[in-house]
């Protein structure tokens, strides 16, 4: 495997399959499937979930709602997201456990990084939900922070586009996808892979990402064989 230990970041509307909002089992029960293929080849797996099926604290502040409000509204957004992939993980036999950056004991427990190392060398999935705990940052900042802090290899962002394009592929036929691209010439081109300040905090720290389609199963097992699917922002 060319990857021992993994941050895997999901959207909140992967987990809606066919649906118009909320959550589809059968899409979670495909992606729990597929993680197992790896946790059985050894590799060590953490998970950052958005929010987006359920809420958006962006969309919320510009109907008119507080900020930070609709921000806290949207991390315990992710934290049911959280709960129900471990719910599905489980379901499929693996040990996992969900940490957060807001304390919510009763579900879950608060995000320590020595605890979630441990687990990781367990073998166990740990699944970080409640973003970074603070409002303004998105849960691609709090991936690319629980990477940097687990020491994992990789962020692999899992979409439902197979790569970065020059455009958005589904609304332009003539979109070129990358293979490889340097994080400078993402900035700029001005292509959207992560909020700045997550991209930023990656290429600081010298984290690539490798951005594909998690929809299509088998890929994940491609992506951390090292064959050539979607494609690798690095330096």
């Not at 919320?60 to 599905?88: F, K, P």
């Not at 605890?115 to 699944?127: F, T």
């Not at 991209?199 to 050539?228: A, R």
């Amino acid at each position: 495997m060319k990857y021992k230990r993994i941050l895997l970041k999901l959207s909140g509307e992967a987990l809606m399959g066919e649906r118009q909002y909320g959550i589809d089992p059968q899409r979670l029960a495909e992606y729990a499937q597929d993680i197992k293929e790896i946790i059985n080849l050894g590799v060590e797996v953490a998970i950052v979930i958005g929010g987006g099926n359920i809420f958006r604290g962006v969309a919320g502040a510009s109907n008119g709602m507080d900020r930070v409000q609709g921000d806290h509204m949207g991390m315990l957004a992710t934290v049911i997201n959280g709960l129900a992939l471990q719910s599905a993980l489980e379901d499929a036999e693996i040990p996992t456990r969900l940490q957060t950056a807001i304390k919510i004991n009763e579900v879950a427990e608060p995000f320590i990084r020595r605890k979630a190392m441990r687990h990781l060398d367990k073998g166990r999935v740990v699944i970080f939900g409640g973003g970074t705990g603070n409002p303004y940052f998105t849960t691609d900042s709090a991936a690319v922070l629980r990477a940097i802090e687990i020491e994992a290899d990789v962020i692999l962002k899992g979409t439902r586009v197979d790569g970065i394009y020059t455009a958005d592929p589904e609304k332009d036929k003539s979109a070129v996808k990358f293979d490889n691209i340097s994080f400078d010439d993402v900035l700029r081109k001005g292509l959207k892979v992560m909020d700045t300040t997550a991209f930023t905090l990656s290429q600081e720290n010298e984290l690539p990402i490798i951005v594909f389609d998690m929809n299509k199963k088998g890929n994940l097992l491609k992506v951390i064989s090292g064959e050539n699917i979607g494609t690798v922002v690095n330096l």
